[in-house]
């Protein structure tokens, strides 16, 4: 009975990578049998992980139909989006003054070097950044609060890994660069700005190639 | 089996409402086995609702002493503000164009009519209002992520019960109408920031009656 919990834990982060990954695609049924199967995990710990993705929008229960990994559609990327735009921004104005100018340095030139970078080190380059911004924040509700949506969004930036123009990586790029500049000298609003700006040109750019 | 996540939530429910309800004190040493006692639960889903509790802030697990309820010390009324002055006025401004005026005219005469309340009343009162705030938000991840905080802060609430001044009530009433006044004249921004001006003096004023 010990080891339950583990399982559990276990199932709900393997069934949530392989729906970040893409392994489970949007709109797949998964059945719980075949889950159990595929994970040799028994079928209770595979429920409870499942009622949990229910929960954080992973898969949806259809009565009478069973259980289908969420699609990403316009409603879930503009949930996605709305907490981004009006609270990662908030989230830089808590943290503005534990950012190290070191680390971000190292952001600036990693983005300035981006076009040595393959589009998946890009794309985890711009994880970095983001979630560099989040741990810098030492209250434990903004990061367990955060957490799930950042985690759907990595799922949305695999869905449009292929979809990407040269130019909006290009312009995405300069806006990390300019909100990296606006940090290091010191203009907190300036910055918070830029950032939230960056954000709606994200949603934007999502929204077109996305739908 | 099929009852065992019952069990769990049960025990979660219970605890975590006994602590917002200072049944279990801050502090407080809670045994397992004690615990399994009184909810008549078994020892294993008791752990894995303490586990879960103490991420969500509301026990510490304590290396060689055992499990405690957390106190309400400055850090933790500080990570409850600083969401809640952060998020709560983005909330707000989400929420915006879906609030509606016959509700918050209800409100608005319940804040007017306060003295004829008793305090829990009045209590209960400012936290519809907030509550009704989240709720008009129709979005998964910001519902998720504000609750856990919103629950810390009717415990934050009770401790302050007998603390609070006539005077502060008062003047919390007037702050609540005029929000409730700006939005229902389309002021946006201006409610916005009235609302944060509300939670930053919610902030000040129980540093100084708590610690």
Same mark, same amino acid.
């Given at each position: 009975?010990?080891?339950?919990?583990?399982?559990?834990e276990?199932?709900?982060?393997?069934?949530?990578?392989?729906?970040?990954?893409?392994?489970?695609?949007?709109g797949?049924?998964?059945?719980?049998?075949?889950?159990?199967?595929?994970?040799?995990?028994?079928?209770?710990?595979?429920?409870?992980?499942?009622?949990?993705?229910e929960?954080?929008?992973?898969?949806?229960?259809?009565?009478?139909?069973?259980?289908?990994?969420?699609?990403v559609?316009?409603?879930l990327?503009?949930?996605?989006?709305?907490?981004?735009? =009006?609270f #990662?921004?908030?989230? !830089?104005?808590?943290?503005?003054?534990?950012?190290? /100018? %070191? +680390?971000?340095?190292?952001?600036?030139?990693?983005?300035?070097?981006?076009?040595?970078?393959d589009?998946?080190?890009?794309?985890?380059?711009?994880?970095?950044?983001?979630?560099?911004?989040?741990?810098?924040?030492?209250?434990?509700?903004?990061?367990n609060?955060l957490n799930?949506?950042?985690?759907?969004?990595?799922?949305?930036?695999?869905?449009?890994?292929?979809?990407?123009?040269?130019?909006?990586i290009a312009e995405?790029?300069?806006? =990390?660069? #300019?909100?990296?500049? !606006?940090?290091?000298?010191?203009?907190?609003?300036? /910055? %918070? +700005?830029?950032?939230?700006?960056?954000?709606?040109?994200?949603?934007?750019?999502?929204?077109?190639?996305?739908?």
């Open positions: 009975m010990g080891n339950y919990v583990n399982l559990k276990k199932a709900y982060d393997i069934i949530k990578n392989k729906i970040i990954n893409l392994d489970f695609q949007p797949e049924y998964l059945e719980e049998k075949k889950l159990g199967e595929l994970l040799e995990i028994s079928r209770t710990p595979i429920r409870e992980a499942l009622s949990r993705l929960n954080e929008m992973w898969v949806k229960n259809m009565p009478r139909k069973g259980i289908f990994v969420t699609e559609d316009e409603h990327l503009n949930d996605i989006f709305e907490v981004r735009i =009006h #990662e921004p908030a989230v !830089l104005e808590i943290a503005f003054s534990n950012l190290s /100018s %070191v +680390k971000l340095q190292l952001f600036k030139s990693r983005f300035e070097a981006y076009e040595n970078c589009q998946s080190e890009r794309d985890k380059l711009d994880n970095d950044f983001h979630l560099y911004i989040f741990n810098s924040v030492d209250n434990i509700f903004v990061k609060m799930t949506t950042f985690e759907h969004l990595v799922r949305v930036r695999r869905l449009s890994f292929d979809k990407k123009s040269k130019e909006r995405s790029n300069k806006e =990390h660069i #300019e909100i990296i500049n !606006l940090i290091l000298s010191g203009k907190k609003e300036e /910055s %918070v +700005k830029a950032f939230r700006n960056h954000l709606e040109k994200s949603y934007k750019y999502y929204l077109e190639i996305l739908f």
